[in-house]
Structure formats: C-alpha cells, structure tokens
C-alpha cells in the first residue's frame, strides 16, 4: 500500500482500486434489468438489481455464449465473478465469469433442455398420439389417493358416464420419490386387462410441486403406456413434459373426466336423433315401395286374365288356321303329283323294269307317311297349346273350387272393407253366377 500522505494520481488511484477490487471474487442473485446483448459486441452489458441496489455488470461474449443462458430484463439470475474499474470513466462494474438462472428459473431451464431433448427424440410428435376410445369401459386413474383430483375425477364420471369402471392406482404426486411411484403405476394400470385409457392427474401448486411430472421418467413411461394417456394436472400456467407427451392434455382433473368419457344425456340424444332419422328413412322407403306396388298391381297383366293369355291364344288361332288351309293343299299336290307319275309311268310302263316299278311304289308311300307325320304332329302342336290355354284360363282356376265377387258396377272386389252391410254383391263360381247380400264385414283371422 502507498503512504496514505503521498498523494496519487488519478490513474495511479483508479489502478489501486482496479487491483484490489478484482481480487474480491463473489456470487451475486439479482434480477436483470437493462440488457444489451448487441450484435459485433466483445461484451454483454446489464444490470443486477434488487429492492434497494443496482450494479452493473459486464460479460465477455464467448463466456456468455457459452453459459446456455439467456438474459432477459426481469430474469432472475446467479452470477459469479469479480468486481472491476473501468478507469477511463471512472466507473466500477461487476465482471461476470459465470451466469446461471437461479430458483424457479434454474428448473425451468431444466425443464426446457429435456423437453427439447425428448421432443427430438418424437415422443411430442402429433404423429405418435392416438385417438382417445369414444365409449371406454374401464378407465385406469392415477393421482394422489387423498387429493381433490381424484374426487374431482370420480365425480366427473358418475355424472357423465356412471357405466364405466375406474381402476385407480393412489400415488404420491410431489416431492422425493414421487416419479418413481408415478411410473410403476402407469406400468401397472396400463397392464391391467380391459384398461381402454389412463388418466394422470393432479391437484394445482408450486411449479416445484409440478417437476415430478416433468421428469424424464415418468414422460418416458408415459410415451410406453400401452393405453391412451390423457393428464390434468392442474397447473394452467405451466405445461409439464407430461402434458407434451400424452395423447391427450387437459387443464384440470376435472377436465381429463371429460375427454376420457362422453356425456350420457348426449349420447342419449345422439341416439335419439339417429332413430328419428332412420324411422323417417324407413318410412320414406316402405312409402315408396308401397307405391310401386300398386302401380304394379293396376297393370293389366294382374288385373286380367285376357291380358296375359290374349296374344298367345291369337298366335295358336293363327297357326291352326295356317296348318288348316296349308293340309288340303300340300295333300292336293301331292295327290296330283303321284297321279301325273302314274300316267307318265303308264305311258312309258313297257320300258320300265321291275325295280323301276318298286322304286315308284317306296316313293309313293314315302310321300304318303310324310302326309300322315305332318297332320299328326301339328295335331299333337294344336293339343298342347289348347291344354295350356286351359291351364291358364280364369274358369279353371274357379274350377278348383275358387270364386270371385264383383261389387254392383262390375268391379273385382279386393278387400272386405270396400263394401258394407247390405250391399249387394256377384260372386261367380266355376258354374254359375250367385247374387248376395253382405250381412257382416270383419278382418282376417
């Protein structure tokens, strides 16, 4: 140390004060305030703050660069280094050496390093999230056995959809130990037979209360589940590494209920409102066929016999009276024809031998059988058809012991209530034609 009577320099002071400030080395909490992070600069310059002092600070860029950290106005942090003088100002300031985010922060920054981690991993991808079963019948519940989350959840359910059955694996849900119990129950709920979805879930609190939930563990677990996951864990600010990686993420417990199941009274009228449309739709459809049968039932063809039996009784009249006038005929020429070779054969008989003579008479009879061949098979032709003709007539039908009754103005009656007691009606039989008087209309049976 100089002698304190000797007067210094102002230079001479400032280096004296420069080498005893820098051999101080301290760690320092504050929040920052008036940062200047500039491109081109050799140092980050800012400011630590609390309720009652402010000092500023300075931080060579590849130290700051290399801290991971970023310093934001209002961020609290934890700095060590030294303090220093800048003596061409004349200014004392704080040279950090090192800068991490302190309390809640640290976790937090914690917390984004592994999220980022995972999420390049893909456990956050959309693609890996399957959809949610719409009508679960077991439901596998994983919270705190004493929390209001798992109230909140069973009475959630028993209003929404009291048909389903909860599996739920009580848990701790914060301090030590917390995560491992949270995956061995994900691993043990979701191995349970018929589980169709897990709900993870918890009441609000710190975000120190919330990092079992956003350990690397439990996150893995529950990407493995082999169910679909949905959390509430009740902490809406903050989203945990949970939330990012279950298929589903709720803001409460209460909500997590929700997604899991359906509301009863909603299916109900889902239900409802598909039977409304398919009566409507049936009733469409039995109208319409309806409708197409009568117009199929009015056609000719049902309501008349005539009508199916008219142009093929005209063809069989056509034919027998075509084979009629062809017989005589063909059997005329015939005739002629065997009486012009017996006059050619007269005339030349002296010339003809014995075996031309007998050559003549099988010719003779050949014509003669084909004559009689032809009249039998067109006998036989006329026969079938008149037999069918029968089959098909409306007077064999009533033959069989069947009727049919006409109102007065001569049209088929269909139905026992087209007419009334007292009408009169025609019934005819196979034979004959009754006239009646209706005395009583009643249904089948």
Known sequence: MPDQKQALSVSDAMALAKGALEGLRLKV??????????????????SLKDGQAVMPCLMWRDQYDASGVTLED??????????????????????????????????????ARLAKALEAEGLMSPDRK????????????????????????????????????????????????????????????????????????????????LMPFNTEEVARAVASCPVPVVTGIGHEPDTSIADMVADVRASTPTAAAEAVAPDVAEVVRTLDAGGTRLGRALTHLVAGLSHRLGLLADRPVFSSADALLATP???????????????????????????????????????????????????????????????????????????RLEDLSPLAILGRG??????????????????APGDRVDVRLAEGILGCIVESVGSEG
């Open 74 to 111: 209002g961020a609290l942090v934890e700095v060590t280094g030294n303090f220093t003088a800048y003596a061409p100002k004349g200014r004392m300031q704080f040279q950090v050496r090192s800068v991490e985010v302190a309390g809640e922060g640290m976790l937090r920054l914690q917390v």
């Open 130 to 209: 399957r959809p949610l079963p719409r009508y679960p019948e077991r439901i596998g519940v994983v919270t705190s056995p004493r929390g209001k989350a798992v109230h909140d959840i069973i009475r959630t359910l028993r209003r929404r959809y009291p048909v389903a059955e909860l599996v739920i694996a009580g848990v701790q849900v914060e301090g030590d130990g917390a995560a491992a119990e949270i995956v061995r129950a994900l691993e043990a709920v979701g191995a349970e037979p018929g589980i169709e979805v897990v709900i993870l879930g918890r009441g609000g609190g710190s975000y120190e209360d």
């Open 29 to 46: 909490v504050g929040e920052v305030s008036e940062a200047t992070i500039k491109p081109g600069y050799k140092a980050i310059y800012f």
């Open 402 to 419: 069947y009727a049919v009754c006409y109102e007065e103005d001569g049209a088929v009656l269909r139905s026992a209530a087209d007419v």
């Open 313 to 387: 009784g005209q063809t069989l009249d056509m034919l027998a009276d075509g084979l009629e006038r062809a017989l005589p005929g063909y059997l005329s020429r015939s005739e002629e024809a065997i009486v012009r070779a017996r006059e050619a054969l007269a005339r030349v008989g002296p010339r003809l031998t014995e075996q031309h003579a007998s050559r003549l008479e099988r010719e003779r009879d050949r014509v003669v059988s084909a004559g009689r061949l032809l009249v039998e098979t067109a006998d036989r032709d006329v026969g079938q058809m008149a037999a």
